[in-house]
């Protein structure tokens, strides 16, 4: 195959905007930000695991203190009872008895009192753990929508550039033989497509080349169009090949 020296090097300029589009490429389907959501996808959700656990408790004591809030209610309400029976009780073995009533339930309620406190400082504690449980799904969540909305940002901005760079690559393509880049489209696939050869080196591979292929090099006219023996890119010949004789 043949093409002009001139039209060879358009095809480095398409080779270079193909490295850019597959860079761009994978910025768009991998954005950088990409493995720490999933991260911290997976940290919330132990989080808020640990907020159901933390919240049951919470709920469990605010139960219990309501239960002691009735009892201690319904025992103020026996011994005010009570008190009022013995002021008018007559009987002495009755106002023995409401007296004993009286000291039982008096002891029943210092009780029920104690296990007020108790719970409540149970409460107060569960509700700090609740609260700062809760604080910190607010920090994983905003940073991981902070990071989301960036990701966004980037992936937009990368297709905007693909869509540039593809334009781009159309306009330049044109000015290239058909036959020659068909032949560069089949060997992108597998390299570079097209590299400088510079000083000896395919810049596709960044192989020097042994002397018996640069000799071949040399030999061959100015329009051929020649390829890496190493890695099957086409070589683009210019005065910085460093293959003169």
Do not use: W
Not at 10 to 23: E, F, K, P, S, V
Not at 28 to 35: D, Y
Not at 57 to 68: G, I, K, P, S, Y
Not at 216 to 231: G, K, M, N, T, Y
């Amino acid at each position: 195959m043949n093409s002009s020296p001139e039209k060879q090097r358009i095809l480095l300029d398409i080779a270079d905007l193909d490295r850019r589009i597959a860079q761009a490429e994978r910025a768009r389907t991998t954005p950088p930000q990409g493995p720490r959501i999933t991260e911290l996808v997976a940290q919330r959700q132990e989080q808020l695991r640990e907020l159901t656990a933390l919240t049951g408790t919470r709920d469990d004591a605010r139960t219990e203190l309501t239960r002691l809030e009735s009892d201690v209610s319904l025992v103020e309400q026996r011994r005010a009872r009570d008190a009022g029976r013995l002021a008018t009780a007559t009987n002495a073995k009755e106002a023995q008895a409401l007296e004993h009533e009286l000291a039982s339930l008096a002891r029943r309620q210092s009780d029920l009192e104690d296990a007020e406190l108790d719970i409540m400082g149970r409460l107060e504690e569960a509700e700090a753990a609740v609260a700062a449980q809760q604080a910190l799904i607010d920090t994983t969540t905003a940073e991981g929508t902070a990071l989301t909305t960036q990701a966004k940002a980037d992936v937009a901005a990368a297709t905007d550039l693909i869509a540039q760079l593809g334009r781009d690559r159309a306009a330049i393509s044109a000015g290239v033989p058909e036959d020659l880049f068909a032949e560069y489209t089949r060997r992108v696939a597998n390299s570079a497509g097209a590299a400088l050869l510079t000083r000896g080196t395919c810049e596709g591979c960044r192989i020097v080349l042994p002397g018996t292929d640069l000799n071949a090099i040399r030999r061959a006219a100015d329009d051929a169009v020649l390829f890496c023996p190493e890695c099957g890119c086409i070589l683009v010949r210019t005065e910085e090949s460093g293959i003169s004789a």
